[in-house]
């Protein structure tokens, strides 16, 4: 293992931290994601729903089953 790569890589991160000149962490509003209703086929029945956000994909009637809520779907 090399440690000059380590060490110079570590000096690396503390100069990024500690300049002051942009805000890393910050969030800025024009890359907040905005979130919009679509309509989307539900991955269990197929039947479109109206879904809030495009990682939802199981639409309500389907979560309602046991099913769904025991882990089986």
Request: hydrophobic share 25%.
């Amino acid at each position: 293992m090399d440690h000059s790569t380590e060490s110079s890589n570590a000096s690396d991160l503390v100069s990024h931290s500690t300049d002051d000149s942009e805000d890393v962490w910050g969030e800025d509003e024009a890359t907040t994601p905005i979130y919009e209703n679509r309509e989307r086929r539900c991955l269990a029945c197929h039947e479109p729903f109206e879904s809030a956000w495009s990682g939802e994909r199981i639409c309500r009637s389907c979560k309602a089953k046991a099913s769904w809520r025991s882990g089986w779907l």
